[in-house]
Structures are given as C-alpha cells and as structure tokens.
C-alpha cells in the first residue's frame, strides 16, 4: 500500500505562487496515475488535477486550467503541483492521491493547507 505525505501549502496573496509536494512510500508508485484533490471550508472534495504513470497525459479541473502545472517523480516518488495567479476561491486541503475512478483510492494523507488572501 501506497503512503502518502503532502507538504508545501502555505498563506499567499492573490495573484501570488505556491508549489505542493507529495511524497509516497510503499507500493510501487510508477503504477499508478496521480492527482491532486482539494477540499474547501465547508464543500466537498474536488478533483484538482491528474497525471498519467509516465507523466505524459495531464488532465485539469476547468476552474485551475491555465494556472495549475501538475508533475511527477517516478524515481523519487513524488507528484508536485505548481500552482500560479492564485485566487481566493483555491484556499483549501490539498491531497494527493490515485484520481477519481472506479477503485479504491489510497489511504488519505493529511493534506496541506493552502490560503490565499484577498
């Protein structure tokens, strides 16, 4: 099984730059896409951002398209999320983890508090 650490949030203006880390343990991370997942003051968790076991194919929610990079380590083991121009509307815990599909995701980190003030 897959364990996983996320780190990098922070407090940031609006307009300013943060970029998330995630590092996993166990299992055999190239297997598996990877996502990033928030979940903001009392809403549910969304999807963020995707990318595929080689990296090659990404896919992004439409409310960070153009402002979001996601990227990966397979020989480190880990799955970043750049993140640009942010808003306030993308204060939230961001997760990593497999993406939304039909199967179990891994067991949820302890995600990374990300703030943007206005």
């Known amino acids: 099984q897959v364990q996983l650490v996320e780190s990098g949030g922070g407090l940031v203006q609006a307009g300013g730059s943060l970029r998330l880390s995630c590092a996993a343990s166990g299992g055999t991370f190239s297997n598996y896409a990877m996502g990033w997942i928030r979940q903001g003051p009392g809403k549910e968790r969304e999807f963020v951002a995707s990318i595929s076991r080689g990296g090659g194919s990404r896919t992004y929610a439409d409310s960070v398209k153009g402002r979001f990079t996601i990227s990966r380590d397979n020989a480190k083991k880990m799955v970043f999320l750049q993140m640009n121009s942010l808003k306030p509307e993308d204060t939230a815990v961001y997760y990593c983890?497999?993406?939304?599909?039909?199967?179990?995701?891994?067991?949820w980190g302890q995600g990374t508090q990300v703030t943007v003030s206005s």
């Open positions: 983890n497999r993406p939304p599909g039909n199967y179990d995701p891994f067991t």
